[in-house]
């Protein structure tokens, strides 16, 4: 392993506090710097290898290569819509500074599948997709090295309250989406962040330059409702919609200003409509030095529990 020093930006989300927690077992990491623009830093154990830097801003590339200078690794957690325009902005200050390898913040659908492609009219998408194709044309000019996780569906995140258009716990009811019938690949985000550790310790040839699509289960709407009812004992509804609707809900949420809520639209959109570029069936192969995956019951249970 030779990514030693590394630092993280975003660490404060979601998932970046999970791949800090994961970071902070491997012994051979002597430096771990995180970015965050939070007054408080993010609560983990005691570690010496640990160090916060406060980052005013992310569009400021000088400083933001200054910081990074000297550093291995820079990974990306910035989360939602933000992540398109600032990881632009990381990937060319990662350049100046030297920085040998980056993992973007694209733990989602996979933008460069060819339905993604075509889809990809809105700004955010088209951001995520202008990124993954600088990052190769960046690594062909031997300017930096990628290694990028698409994950598809945060299932955890959709199972809290703090994603809307999937499950509602209040209301027990399920979005079945285009009849509920496609498959789709997601993970957890401890299950990502394990994935993030496994990529640091791995060898440095097996994942560079890489888009490696993981998948920790695979479900259709109707089966998570299935697991809902088996896991809660109570009886749930679903509430079936086209996704073509979500992508006109999507730009009526944009044009008043609602970014969330256009971001999460046009990912639903490509989540649930059936083209695959949310199904990655090769992310599910196991083998002996795999990250240990939870079955969607096991997933479903532990998420209600601990919410």
């Not at 970071?23 to 965050?36: A, F």
């Not at 997601?186 to 994942?207: K, L, N, W, Y």
């Amino acid at each position: 392993m030779t990514f030693r020093r590394i630092a993280i930006a975003g660490a404060s989300g979601f998932l970046g506090r999970k791949i800090i927690e994961q970071l902070s077992l491997v012994v051979d990491i002597t430096r771990l710097t995180i970015l965050t623009r939070s007054k408080q830093p993010v609560k983990t154990s005691n570690n010496s290898i640990l160090s916060f830097v406060s980052i005013v801003s992310y569009e400021d590339t000088e400083a933001l290569a200054n910081v990074l200078q000297g550093h291995d690794l820079l990974i990306s957690t910035i989360a939602g819509a933000a992540a398109g325009m600032i990881d632009a902005i990381l990937a060319e200050a990662a350049v100046m500074a030297g920085v040998r390898r980056f993992m973007p913040s694209e733990y989602t659908v996979d933008v460069l599948h060819p339905h993604s492609i075509a889809f990809a009219g809105s700004t955010i998408l088209a951001t995520k997709l202008a990124n993954a194709r600088k990052l190769q044309t960046l690594a062909s000019e031997g300017k930096i090295e990628y290694t990028t996780l698409v994950t598809g569906a945060f299932l955890d995140f959709w199972l809290s309250k703090a994603v809307k258009g999937i499950v509602d716990l209040d209301s027990h009811t399920v979005m079945l989406y285009d009849g509920g019938e496609h498959q789709v690949t997601g993970c957890t985000t401890d299950f990502i962040a394990q994935c993030v550790r496994a990529v640091v310790t791995m060898p440095e040839d097996a994942t560079r330059n890489s888009r490696i699509r993981i998948a920790e289960v695979q479900f259709s709407g109707k089966q998570l409702l299935g697991i809902l009812e088996e896991v809660t004992g109570e009886q749930w509804t679903g509430v079936h919609k086209d996704t073509d609707a979500l992508v006109t809900e999507s730009l009526i949420a944009l044009k008043g200003g609602d970014t969330r809520s256009f971001y999460v639209g046009q990912i639903l959109k490509l989540g649930f409509d059936g083209e695959g570029s949310c199904y990655f069936e090769e992310g599910l192969t196991h083998g002996e030095d795999e990250v240990q995956r939870l079955s969607l019951n096991d997933i479903v249970r532990h998420s209600l529990a601990t919410r």
